[in-house]
């Protein structure tokens, strides 16, 4: 048989599917992530849900679907050569995955003959108990208990082949028909000899039944007067539940009344003291504690927006120290304008070349003609050469005076070239940015602290108004908080007032349901005192004296039946002869049945000492596996409870061993048993749940490799919830390793 697709609405399992492959199947998932309930739902798909099982615990129950749908589920296999498909769900309102369907793969033909009830025997060929002490191996269940079923398996398989037989079963009606007959002081034996004795006594104690029956009307009327004053005295204490009760209703109805007037005194002077009430105290509170903070709050911004106004003037000296007196941008435009006019001047103080060059060559010429004798005026000669002189004496004097007022132009800025005014404009720029900057935040902060100064004067009138009506006189509302307090705690006493009024009005209405009548006690009820003894004595000795009662007038009415009974000496020895007959055909097939019983035992002794070593040797074998050779064999006792021996050949009981090697030893055990019991032809795959979570690296290693090798052979399903097994498995042929998510179901 091979597994292939699980389809699950099960537990924590919403239509969750788990694909399955030939060979080893590595099924790797954190701890509460759904193995064990894969593990009940495969059990379950097999054999159905246990029917008998009660309680929380039983699955049916344990595992009812989390998302509310109904339980169901479906498997794809495959048994030999057929390919099947297997679901169970529930029908509504009836019972969990009480509903079976077996159909061949990719059709609609059923399995004929196969149920739900014997789907898991046919497809695996062995009982559910056998199946779940075999194949279906998990961690807390590695142990295995005696079970009939197994028991017939294992001795079909060295015997005759027969599994209908178990000493189990055999033993069992063996030893119900030997405890019929005698079991202790019941059976057939027993009662037969009561029955005789009965009759011997009857004949020797016919003439005292007559003084018996009178003793035991006495005694049934003694203890009817017994029973009276026990009757009477329970019948006063009740009298006495009702008095108390009245005393205790009038208690506290006292008490409601006297506390009903303290909170109506209390209601009164919190009125009269015009108290608001508790949710405006907290209100004011509230706002008291909102003032505090606001005034905190308005005292640092205070401080704040005095540096803010130090800094802006600051920022204010080092505008005025500049030598702009406008905004940049006008600075900038009078730094154009004088550099533009220092320009202009600089052109008057250059040299006129083409006029200077005209004069002097005038000049040049009246010199030449008067040198040559031209004839000309003497006075033209002299204007001539005095010309170019008279020119550049003029001249000079207007560029000096044009540097002059070029050097006036930047004198107020303090340097020599207009290029140097660039450096200057950039430097206002920067200190003008910053006063403005300055200006900016010193109004923020001055806005922000008429902000908290609005909020505060707000607070301020609202407390004082608010609490005008019970403190008029306050002027600083800085002193309200012991007064809210004090309102606050006056209410709180009227509350613990009113509470318990309402607890006392709930007493009294209890106490009133249990009285007849509101009447006052009267002078005998109040001298009425309770018996001395306690009312759980005198109703377990009424009872006493009624059971004596009825059990003296039961003897009573038995001497007198046996007496009728007893009739003629004649009949009471036959019926003695026959009875002494019957006892002895009742001796005789007990006795045949305790040798019956001693010769199966010796039997089931002898069968044992034949599985047990064929058993145990291939357990040892498997045992001496997983551990590596340091236990060499296994041996089994009747209850198949196994022993370990090692190289020292000192048998040890699997509790003296450790834990993890007592998981190995189980799980050898188990292996071997089914190999041992299992269909061979079925091929039943290996299921086991965290079986190796014990097992040290070595030895996990060792238990690895041998379900590898067996992989070979069967199916196998290992679910874990650590990650060492797929980290040695990994890239091993023939394994697949599945790695589930925690459900979000949780």
């Not at 030939?22 to 759904?34: F, R, V, W």
């Not at 660039?422 to 602290?449: G, K």
């Not at 034949?610 to 145990?616: C, K, N």
């Amino acid at each position: 048989m091979i597994l292939h697709t699980l389809t699950a609405t099960f537990g924590c399992l919403n239509n969750s599917t788990l694909e399955l492959q030939e060979g080893l199947n590595l099924i790797q998932a954190p701890n509460e992530s759904g193995k064990s309930t894969w593990l009940a739902f495969l059990r379950s798909m097999l054999y159905g849900l246990p029917t008998r099982e009660r309680g929380a615990l039983a699955d049916k129950n344990r595992y009812i679907p989390w998302n509310g749908a109904a339980m169901s589920g479906r498997m794809e296999l495959t048994d030999g050569a057929q390919e099947l498909v297997l679901v169970r769900d529930t029908v509504h309102g009836g019972t969990p995955m009480g509903r079976f369907y077996a159909a061949y793969a990719g059709t609609a033909t059923q399995v004929e003959g196969m149920t739900g009830q014997n789907a898991g025997e046919r497809l695996t060929g062995v009982p559910r108990a056998v199946f779940e002490r075999s194949a279906f191996i998990r961690q807390n269940a590695l142990s295995i208990d005696q079970d009939a079923e197994l028991e017939k398996r294992i001795a079909a398989l060295i015997s005759s082949g027969d599994e209908t037989t178990s000493y189990l079963e055999t033993e069992k009606r063996l030893r119900t028909a030997l405890n019929r007959r005698r079991h202790n002081q019941t059976g057939l034996l027993p009662r037969t000899e009561a029955e005789i004795a009965a009759l011997r006594q009857s004949l020797t104690q016919l003439h005292t039944l007559q003084q018996e029956s009178d003793q035991a009307r006495l005694q049934a009327r003694c203890a009817g007067e017994a029973a009276e004053m026990a009757a009477q005295k329970l019948a006063l204490h009740d009298r006495m539940d009702e008095i108390e009760a009245k005393r205790a209703f009038f208690a506290a109805k006292a008490e409601l009344t006297q506390t009903e007037k303290e909170a109506a005194a209390q209601k009164a002077q919190l009125e009269a003291d015009h108290i608001p009430p508790p949710q405006q105290l907290m209100r004011i509170k509230f706002n008291a504690a909102n003032l505090l903070t606001t005034q905190v709050s308005m005292n640092h911004v205070q401080s704040q927006a005095e540096e803010a106004k130090k800094q802006t003037a600051i920022a204010r000296d080092a505008v005025d120290a500049a030598p702009f007196t406008a905004t940049p941008e006008e600075a900038a435009a009078q730094v154009r304008a004088v550099s533009e006019h220092y320009r202009a001047l600089q052109k008057h103080t250059a040299p006129s070349l083409p006029l200077t060059a005209v004069l002097t060559a005038a000049a040049a010429a009246a010199l030449a003609g008067a040198a040559y004798g031209l004839g000309q005026p003497y006075w033209i000669t002299l204007a001539a050469a005095a010309l170019p002189i008279l020119c550049g004496f003029l001249r000079t004097r207007n560029r000096r005076r044009a540097q002059e007022l070029a050097d006036a132009l930047l004198a107020p800025y303090g340097v020599q070239a207009p290029e140097d005014l660039e450096p200057l404009l950039t430097d206002y720029n920067t200190i003008y940015n910053v006063w403005v900057h300055r200006q900016e935040n010193e109004a923020q902060i001055n806005a922000s602290w008429q902000t908290f100064y609005q909020t505060y004067k707000k607070l301020s009138a609202e407390i004082l108004e608010e609490t005008s009506s019970f403190c008029p006189d306050l002027e600083n509302v800085h002193q309200v908080s012991p007064l809210l307090e004090a309102g606050l705690r006056r209410w709180r006493q009227l509350q613990t007032l009113e509470t318990r009024a309402g607890q006392l009005r709930e007493r009294c209405s209890a106490l009133r349901s249990r009285l007849p009548d509101e009447a006052p006690l009267s002078a005998a009820e109040e001298a009425l005192q309770r018996p001395a003894e306690s009312r759980a004595d005198l109703e377990a000795f009424l009872t006493q004296s009624r059971d004596q009662q009825q059990e003296a007038r039961s003897r009573c009415d038995r001497c007198e039946g046996e007496m009728a009974a007893i009739g003629d000496r004649l009949e009471v020895a036959a019926q003695l002869e026959s009875l002494e007959a019957a006892r002895s055909q009742a001796q005789e097939e007990y006795d045949a049945l305790a040798l019956a019983l001693e010769e199966l035992d010796r039997a089931n002794t002898d069968l044992q000492t034949r599985f047990s070593p064929v058993l145990g040797r291939r357990a040892g074998e498997i045992f001496h596996t997983l551990t590596g050779g340091r236990y060499q064999h296994v041996l089994l006792d009747r209850t198949l409870h196994p022993a370990a021996e090692d190289t020292t050949a000192i048998p040890r009981s699997a509790a003296l061993l450790s834990q993890g090697a007592a998981d190995q030893l189980y799980l050898a055990l188990r292996l071997a048993i089914s190999e041992l019991v299992l269909p061979a032809d079925k091929q039943i795959p290996f299921i086991l749940d965290d079986t190796l979570t014990n097992f040290d690296e070595a030895r996990c290693a060792a238990a690895l490799d041998f379900l590898c090798a067996e992989a070979a052979r069967r199916q196998i399903l290992l679910f874990t919830c650590q990650s060492r097994e797929a980290v040695y498995l990994q890239n091993r042929k023939n394994v697949h390793i599945i790695t589930l998510r925690e459900t979000g179901w949780r």
